[in-house]
């Protein structure tokens, strides 16, 4: 997926900020407020329908790529799901590992290993990001499995 360095950084923010407060909560109450901060703060989301998956109103409302169901609840699906701590615990993980990917991606700290003409492996730190002169922004092919 294509996508701007911009939006990968706003992306990272968000999953980073709500990974952080979700380590904290432990209450009903507590994920309630946790979405509508986040949501109101990072994408302007005032109202969160009962009936909406959390990452489609996200989609919707930023562009932003949700593509592998981390965040695939209902606001009230999230809040029954997260009484149980198996389930936080899960949440968090997936967050975090996905926090981590992207972040390897944006500061090109991904490592791959290659092979020279005379067939040497030699391994360097993979880049992702180029410029794009009409605009001046960074741009990166990202695999989709990469994106929560």
């Not at 562009?63 to 149980?84: A, H, K, W």
């Not at 005379?118 to 009409?134: F, H």
């Amino acid at each position: 997926m294509l996508i701007d360095k911009n939006e990968m950084a706003r992306l990272l923010t968000f999953l980073a900020s709500l990974a952080q407060e979700l380590k904290g909560a432990n209450n009903p109450t507590q994920y309630i407020q946790i979405w509508k901060t986040l949501l109101q703060s990072m994408f302007g989301i005032d109202t969160i329908p009962p009936n909406e998956p959390l990452d489609n109103l996200i989609s919707q409302h930023s562009g932003l790529p949700f593509m592998n169901g981390v965040l695939r609840y209902t606001l009230d699906e999230f809040i029954l799901l997260s009484q149980n701590p198996k389930f936080r615990e899960e949440l968090v993980a997936k967050l975090d590992r996905t926090c981590s990917d992207l972040n390897a991606i944006l500061g090109e700290q991904e490592v791959e290993i290659i092979r020279t003409v005379g067939q040497a492996k030699v391994q360097q730190n993979k880049r992702r990001w180029w410029i794009e002169p009409s605009s001046g922004m960074l741009y990166a092919w990202v695999e989709v499995t990469k994106f929560p």
